[in-house]
């Protein structure tokens, strides 16, 4: 890795991310008290809608990263996706400001979140992706890239709920629409700042402009450019007429094959999961999309063997957001039930611990380009799949100190803070070590012409991953109520972190067995 200069681009989608991310995070701190408080709905009821939003946000980026790729071209869907998800936050002020009209106000809401989930689908993967391609492949420096690139989404993380918290969440639920505002209005200045500034940023290593023409569409164009300056003669024209109907034929009986199993599969959830539907849509498209990508006819042996380390690994990376996603429930239950968070007299709100983690990692974002490229310079930097593992490793680490520090705990005795931050230090370490160095491996593996899509692959861990924490978050001890988890009884605080400790070590240390075969099929790539 060396230490050059990065693209001028990538500060343009260092800013955009910050302001898109800023209007996510800082809209979801105060949902979940807006649906309780404003809009009264029950804390089951609203913890759904909670739910069903989030999952729904990292399933989307599948379909958003698909027409990218194929249809629109990464600039116009950064460019629709900012504007829906503006018109989404507009929704969700004027729900806040209609709580008079309880109907009303909660049309609107679901509105906004439809905009919101659509808009999120069509701007994140290709925003990931576009960073990939401002630079050539196989540069050294694409890890240092989007560990950048993520400390831009970390800074709009942690300054969003402290600033929609700040006009939003003032204990009257009149004001619930200000913070959504402020998110809103951030929302429009990435629409701003990206149409001013994409002509003279978005350039590709070539001097092309970046983004304009859907990937899979110039692949295709060129293909067919190929094909037609290689016909000599009248019989290579039929051979390649009938090769062209073989091939249709091909995808016709592909998409056929595709749909049997979608309806197979769906039953088969709709079996397990009951009308849980959004539960159905995620484990389904996790199972069919990764499928019809691999089914696709021009992928070469190599391209394939790399897409199945992609999956491999995130399957791995699912055990890690489980573990590390219990930030949003279990641990804040934790922090605010049985932490001590008196500091000089003054008691910290739970939720501000929320915003440790993008703390910590702004500021390890700029030292870890440092020691990756240290670790280089003595030939001793891990290749990709085994950063990964460390990630893991890191996350059960976190929770193993956590352990010590619930060990002897006494009822009613709360623990000091000292161990909630300990562990948010250790987790922020191995997302850094497993997350920019994800997407940055992703884009290094994947074949140009489905570089958002296979982003959205990535995306829907982090769905499933969410689905499955809220899962074990249900784990959580409550007095006098044993709970059992595959045959392991759960009653004290230890016993519950235990099962993130040994969860993430399980993953973590198969990961390690398995990289010298991952990078064997990743042919070259690091
Ligand atoms: N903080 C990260 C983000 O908002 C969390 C995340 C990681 C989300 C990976 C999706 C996938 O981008």
Redesign the pocket.
């Known amino acids: 890795m060396n230490n050059s200069k990065h693209p001028k681009g990538l500060y343009l989608i260092f800013a955009t991310s910050t302001a898109e991310?800023f209007g996510?995070?800082g809209m979801r701190a105060i949902f979940i008290l807006f649906l309780t408080q404003a809009l009264m709905f029950d804390t089951e009821k609203a913890a759904s809608i909670y739910g069903s939003y989030t999952g729904l946000v990292?399933l989307t980026p599948l379909i958003g990263g698909y027409i990218a790729d194929r249809y629109w071209g990464a600039r116009t869907s950064v460019i629709r996706g900012a504007l829906m998800m503006a018109v989404g936050q507009f929704l969700m002020f004027f729900s806040a400001s209609t709580l008079g009209n309880v109907q009303l106000s909660q049309g609107l809401m679901f509105g906004g979140l439809t905009f919101l989930i659509m808009g999120n689908g069509c701007f994140?993967p290709t925003v990931a992706s576009l960073v990939g391609q401002l630079y050539e492949p196989g540069d050294k420096r694409l890890d240092a890239a989007y560990t950048i690139y993520?400390m831009g989404?970390?800074v709009g993380?942690f300054l969003a709920p402290l600033v929609c918290g700040y006009f939003g969440e003032t204990g009257n639920p009149q004001d619930f629409k200000w913070g959504f505002l402020v998110a809103a209005l951030v929302t429009v200045a990435i629409v701003i700042l990206f149409q001013t500034q994409k002509n003279k940023y978005l350039i590709a290593p070539n001097g092309e402009q970046l983004g304009i023409i859907p990937d899979a569409k110039r692949d295709k164009m060129n293909k067919e450019a190929n094909i037609s300056e290689g016909i000599k003669n009248y019989q290579e024209g039929i051979n390649i007429q009938q090769d062209t109907q073989t091939a249709k034929r091909k995808e016709k009986r592909k998409y056929y094959l595709l749909a049997l199993l979608t309806i197979a599969l769906g039953s088969f959830f709709y079996y397990c999961f009951g009308d849980e539907w959004i539960s159905i849509g995620i484990f389904t498209a996790c199972i069919i999309f990764p499928i019809s990508i691999l089914m696709d006819s021009s992928l070469t042996k190599i391209e394939r063997s790399r897409i199945y380390v992609i999956y491999i690994i995130a399957f791995f990376v699912i055990f890690f957001?489980a573990a590390y996603e219990q930030a949003g429930a279990s641990l804040t239950l934790f922090a605010s039930q049985q932490t001590d968070r008196v500091i000089f007299g003054w008691e910290m709100p739970a939720s501000w611990i929320q915003s440790f983690n993008?703390f910590f990692l702004v500021i390890l974002a700029s030292i870890m380009p440092g020691v990756w490229s240290f670790l280089n310079k003595h030939h001793m930097e891990p290749a990709s799949p085994t950063k990964q593992a460390i990630g893991l490793l890191l996350l059960s680490l976190g929770y193993l100190l956590i352990c010590f520090g619930v060990k002897d705990m006494q009822p009613g005795v709360k623990v000091s803070l000292i161990w909630l931050t300990g562990l948010y230090f250790i987790h922020t370490l191995g997302e850094l070590a497993l997350?920019p160095i994800?997407?940055s491996m992703v884009n290094k593996l994947t074949p140009v012409r489905f570089a958002s899509l296979m982003m959205g692959v990535?995306?829907l861990s982090?769905a499933t991953a969410n689905k499955f924490a809220g899962i074990l978050g249900g784990l959580y001890p409550e007095a006098g109520k044993a709970k059992i988890f595959l045959g392991y009884r759960i009653e004290t605080m230890y016993d519950f972190f235990m099962i993130f400790v040994i969860m993430s070590a399980v993953a973590s240390l198969i990961l390690f067995l398995l990289t010298k075969k991952l990078q064997k099929m990743m042919h070259g790539v690091e």
């Open positions: 991310r996510y995070y990292y994140k993520y989404v970390n993380a957001w993008p997350s994800g997407l990535w995306f982090t």
